[in-house]
């Protein structure tokens, strides 16, 4: 069962008056039990110990399981991301919940959406127009965290210039998701410039022999730049998610670390 709010009520006011100490207090908050469906089993305090409700994809699941699951997490949480989901399957948790909205190009469900102040600085790069439904799902997934994100779509390696036309745009970011296909060189040539995290996104566009995202794949992952990590092939809720972690405890530091980036591209401090 999930701790009611009187159980929690209860262990508050043990804390507050010495009878537990906050450290257990929270370990056993961290530890409460899921709620079994059959087909799933919900953490429900998941946002508890990652700040973050448990996401939902929906590739593989039956639009009706889809649903019980939104229902069930949206009695509890708000901002739920449902990730993944076509049309029939957002007009199926609306149906269940009628508080969420779609966003298409994403294939991203926000359930139970909820404004938040968006801080920070993250800048999502795409090489090319089709590498677009990528980064988007990689720019809902940081917003609805929480996160400013600056969009920055074609400008791949064909046209060098596009890039460096941007580059105060990048010097200003805590971190950079960086999306591309065929060659997928585009993240070596943003993490040469920047002084911030980058995230290599490997798309699954290109020719033949571009292998389905494999060959976008291992030269990310066979990057020369410093600073360039790599999620899986389309994986822009992966990168969003990091992006959105990195810029957090970027904000929480220092404000906003993309202000120190531009001081240190420009030659400034020690």
């Known amino acids: 069962m999930i701790m009611e709010k009187k159980e929690i009520l209860d262990l508050l006011r043990q804390v507050q008056q010495g009878q537990t100490d906050a450290e257990k207090a929270f370990s056993q908050l961290k530890n409460l039990p899921f709620e079994n469906l059959g087909f799933a089993r919900i953490d429900h305090h998941r946002c508890l110990r990652s700040g973050v409700p448990e996401v939902i994809y929906c590739e593989g ?76 799902e990689a720019a809902i997934t940081a917003e609805t965290l929480g996160n400013r994100v600056n969009r ?29 296909g065929m060659e997928g060189a585009l993240a070596s040539v943003v993490g040469g410039l920047v002084s911030c995290p980058v995230i290599g996104v490997p798309t699954s566009i290109g020719y033949g022999a571009s292998f389905g995202g494999l060959s976008a794949l291992l030269c990310m992952l066979n990057s020369c730049a410093s600073g360039v990590s790599v999620v899986n092939i389309d994986n822009g809720f992966g990168a969003g998610y990091q992006a959105a972690l990195i810029n957090q405890l970027a904000v929480g530091e220092s404000g906003n670390a993309g202000d120190r980036a531009e001081e240190i591209q420009n030659g400034g401090g020690k």
């Open 152 to 180: 920055i779509y074609d400008a791949g390696v064909a046209g060098i210039h596009r890039i460096l036309s941007v580059r105060e745009e990048l010097f200003r970011a805590n971190v950079a998701v960086v999306v591309a």
């Open 61 to 136: 699941k039956s639009v009706e399981q889809t649903a019980e699951i939104a229902r069930k997490l949206a009695q509890h949480h708000s901002n739920i991301l449902a990730t993944r989901a076509d049309r029939a399957m957002y007009e199926g948790i609306q149906k269940a919940i009628a508080d969420c909205e779609y966003h298409e190009t994403a294939r991203i469900v926000v359930i139970r959406p909820q404004e938040r102040e968006k801080k920070g600085n993250i800048a999502v790069v795409t090489a090319g127009t089709s590498d677009i439904p990528v980064a988007e």
